[in-house]
């Protein structure tokens, strides 16, 4: 394995090549070992099946072999999120004339904001200091070792400018640019990616849905036994639950992601789930649609209405933010210092981002240092591209003096950002009317099913009574037929809006839709409930 070498530098383990082939020798052997006795068992019991875990000691021998490039993809996957705010945060040290160490050991103290460029400015820093390299071997070190091809294209560039004494905040420049085009273009491609997955996920929950619902139906109303309902139960509760988990993960490695995630509906949601528990448990004198209903409800009321207002909140900053820079640009133009700039925006109506300006001028008038009160904007708000432009607000009254261009530059790198996350918010929401239209379906047909097999048929020898159907069964249909309304909701969160917290407000949506449907469905529809 000649390769082995350079497919651990590459990566994110800190291990030599002798020490993970012998972790891989060892995982195979213990592998071997059980495998061995299973077989032994199969053997023994005629249970042959089981033999079948002969397989397991040469794939476990290859995931431990293949673990570094497995964790080349995550490394690689990591920076490249993050690669438009650290070269953003290059060129705006380099407008101050700061030199590329320098500009690293900044980056590398911004650990919480931007871990995986902090941790690449590590490695860089620990060749330097600790090893004796020159500042551009050791870029061209990283370069070499980085899996990331655009940040590695990035490095090859920026050392070739550094040795022939070439304009380093040009290039940086020019670099943002092609970084920000490359990424509105991925933008595009997932989205178009996503909308191929989408129609996937519809056709199987949706298209499959409704035709198994409509066979296990036939079957559990005309047999009038529980086979079909039990096989209704198993792909309502199970399989679909299991299918979109498969479909949020692949969305979510498609996707680009923020190191920073606002925890707060997930802890809110843990809450009431045991709450929505008890409800479904408790005997309320209400049909069971209803009472699993208000279960669902129960559960993910609260996180939804909480989550639509982190969501505002968070989706607000970020709007106004770059409207908030290009002003202390502005005020910058006439003369005033950063801290009189902000201090006099204090009075604008920025919609969210309203009250932490004027906390920003109130604290500024007190006498506190620009640093301190923007440190305290930082810790204060929930969205990570806030935070990230409030850190690079710092640097550049740092290191430029809060000069004019430095300050257009910053509004105009963040305006970037925000359209760029607007594009991709705008492109996949059609998506969520899709699965509004599938929960929808499955409810319908329920109802249109029961009511046809129930009807009497005329023929010409007479009329032929239509199948009975107890209540009961009805109730297990609507309430498989809510939970998967409820489950395609929460994709539709992850599907349209990137976070899976957004799809708590279209599950209870999709609930409650369901819900009237029936009850509107049942003025219409003679069926027992």
Do not use: C
Request: hydrophobic share 50%; proline share 4%; charged share 15%.
């Amino acid at each position: 394995m000649p390769s082995l070498r350079d497919d651990i530098l590459k990566s994110n383990l800190r291990t030599t090549p002798v020490a993970l082939v012998s972790v891989a020798l060892l995982v195979f052997t213990i592998t071997a070992v059980v495998t061995a006795a299973m077989v032994v068992i199969a053997l023994v019991t005629g249970f042959l099946i089981l033999s079948m875990v002969i397989v397991a000691p040469p794939i476990a021998l290859l995931i431990v072999l293949n673990g570094a490039k497995l964790s080349q993809s995550t490394r690689a996957s990591a920076l490249e999120n993050e690669l438009p705010f650290m070269i953003g945060y290059m060129e705006v040290l380099a407008g101050g004339g700061v030199s590329p160490v320098a500009t690293l050991r900044r980056i590398a103290n911004m650990d919480k904001l931007l871990p995986a460029s902090s941790k690449e400015a590590k490695l860089i820093l620990v060749d330097t200091d600790v090893f004796g390299l020159d500042p551009i071997t050791a870029l061209e070190k990283a370069a070499n070792y980085n899996p990331n091809k655009t940040f590695r294209e990035f490095l090859y560039g920026y050392t070739t400018v550094l040795k022939t004494g070439g304009d380093a905040q040009a290039y940086v420049n020019v670099k943002l640019k092609e970084t920000m085009d490359a990424r509105s273009l991925k933008i595009r491609r997932t989205s178009d990616t996503i909308g191929t997955l989408a129609e996937a996920y519809i056709t199987v929950t949706a298209v499959l849905g409704i035709s198994l619902f409509t066979l296990y139906q036939v079957q559990a109303i005309v047999s009038h036994n529980n086979a079909g309902i039990t096989s209704l139960l198993m792909f309502a509760f199970i399989l679909v639950p299991i299918l979109s988990a498969v479909f949020v993960w692949l969305l979510d490695g498609l996707g680009t992601k923020q190191p920073y995630m606002d925890y707060r509906p997930y802890k809110l949601l843990g809450i009431f789930v045991p709450i929505g528990g008890v409800v479904f448990l408790a005997p309320l004198p209400v049909p069971l649609v209803l009472h699993a209903s208000a279960a669902l409800l129960t559960v993910v009321v609260v996180p939804a209405v909480f989550a639509m207002r982190y969501s505002r909140e968070k989706f607000g900053l970020e709007a106004k933010l770059p409207e908030f820079i290009r002003d202390v640009a502005e005020s910058r133009k006439i003369g005033l210092s950063p801290e009189a700039s902000i201090e006099g925006l204090g009075a604008k109506n920025y919609a969210h981002l309203s009250k932490p300006v004027k906390k920003m001028g109130a604290q500024l008038s007190w006498g506190l240092t620009l640093t301190k009160v923007v440190s305290t904007f930082i810790a204060s708000v929930n969205s990570w591209l806030t935070k990230v432009v409030g850190a690079l607000m710092l640097e550049v009254v740092d290191v430029g003096g809060g000069t004019v261009r430095s300050f257009s530059e910053m509004a105009d790198f963040t305006r970037k950002i925000n359209d760029l996350e607007a594009e991709k918010r705008s492109t996949l929401r059609p998506y969520i009317f899709v699965t509004y239209m599938a929960g929808i379906m499955i409810v319908l047909t329920t109802f249109l099913m029961v009511y046809f097999m129930t009807q009497t048929t005329l023929t010409p020898g007479g009329s032929i009574g239509g199948v009975t159907v107890d209540a009961g069964t009805i109730e297990l249909l609507l309430v498989s037929a809510i939970f998967e309304s409820f489950v395609v909701g929460l994709v539709a969160g992850k599907m349209g809006e990137g976070s899976l917290s957004d799809g708590f407000k279209h599950s209870m949506i999709l609930v409650t839709i369901s819900l009237v449907t029936v009850y509107i469905a049942t003025l219409f529809i003679n069926i027992p409930l």
